[in-house]
Each structure stands twice: as structure tokens, then as C-alpha cells.
């Protein structure tokens, strides 16, 4: 009868958290230049109506191309579309990027007799846990004035004493020696 391990075996991997190819930069670069060019042409579209257009001030009637018009005022608006169309494009590449950058952690548990047994099991995606360094919250004792201060200066009976370095003779009050490294003697 051959050894089967009963223990569960961990053995974790990575995966790309995406499945298919993060959007290309270029769409939100593309959209970006033909918004540009769309306000720039719907400028120069009504620019160029209101240099041709002509005012009579005896019957208060003005004579232009309203072609010009027109064309000018879509330009703009699909510029105007094209940029909104730019910012949501701009919003979803930076989270797909972000996300792809970000490889998830499978855990296999029991691999092996689940592959002994011809069963295939679908992984499961663990969340990554971050621990987060806690503050050292410890009220601190405030600073005494007055007669506080000058009974708090009076020289204690128990004083760290200098010792000597065997060594280089240095004296110190650590239990190693600053300059050799040598363990001084207490």
C-alpha cells in the first residue's frame, strides 16, 4: 500500500488579474488629437462666416454663407463630444492600467491529491492582505517647570557609571566598546 499525504499542500501562484489585453494608449491619444482638430476646424469655420458676413443697417438684415455657419457650429459640437469622449476613454485606461499591473495571488490547497485523484479543481483568487503600521499611541510625561524641574535635576543615587574598554581603554557607558566593538565588562 503506497504512502498517501492526507495534509494539505500550499502551493500559491501568480496570475495576471486580466483575461484579455489592457485598451491601447493610442485611443485615448487619437480622440484627444481629432477633438482638437474638430474644435480647431469649427473655429475656423466661423471665423471664416463671420469674415464674409455682411451687415446692411438701413433694414437691419445680415448676409453670409450659413453653410459656414452650420459646418462651424457641428465642428465644435463634435468636438465637444469628442473631448467628453476622451476624459471617460482617459478614466478607464488609468484603471485597467492599474489593475493589470497588479498580479493576484491563486492558492492551490490540497494540489497534489486533488491531481492524484484526477479531479481538477478551479483556483480561487485569495485577496491580498496589507497590514497597515499602527501609530505607538504611549502618553508622554510633559516637560516640568518651575520646582518641578529644579528638584527633577538633582543627581539620583542610581547614575550610569563610565566603564572602561579592556582593549583600548575607552570608556563608555554601552556594554560594548564605540571604538574596538569589544564587549566591556561590567
Do not use: H
Not at 489585453?21 to 474638430?38: E, L, Q, R, T
Not at 499591473?101 to 484526477?118: D, F, H, K, L, M
Amino acid at each position: 500500500m503506497a504512502y498517501q499525504n492526507s495534509s494539505p499542500q500550499i502551493i500559491t501562484g501568480t496570475q495576471p488579474a486580466a483575461d484579455r489585453a489592457p485598451m491601447s494608449k493610442w485611443w485615448v491619444v487619437g480622440v484627444f488629437c481629432a477633438s482638437v482638430f474638430f474644435f480647431v476646424l469649427g473655429g475656423g469655420l466661423l471665423g471664416a462666416w463671420s469674415a464674409s458676413l455682411s451687415c446692411s443697417y438701413s433694414d437691419y438684415y445680415c448676409y453670409g454663407d450659413i453653410g459656414e455657419w452650420n459646418g462651424g457650429i457641428a465642428c465644435i459640437a463634435i468636438g465637444a463630444i469628442l473631448k467628453f469622449v476622451f476624459w471617460v476613454l482617459l478614466i478607464v485606461w488609468c484603471v485597467q492600467r492599474r489593475r493589470s499591473r497588479a498580479p493576484s495571488t491563486i492558492v492551490y490547497v490540497n494540489a497534489q491529491a486533488n491531481a492524484e485523484a484526477g479531479t481538477v479543481q478551479k483556483p480561487q483568487p485569495v485577496a491580498n492582505v496589507y497590514s497597515v503600521p499602527q501609530r505607538d499611541y504611549t502618553v508622554q510625561p510633559a516637560p516640568e517647570y518651575g520646582v518641578a524641574a529644579a528638584q527633577a535635576e538633582v543627581p539620583s543615587e542610581k547614575q550610569v557609571a563610565t566603564r572602561y574598554c579592556g582593549q583600548c581603554g575607552t570608556g563608555t557607558i554601552t556594554p560594548f566598546c564605540l571604538k574596538c566593538g569589544s564587549q566591556v565588562p561590567m
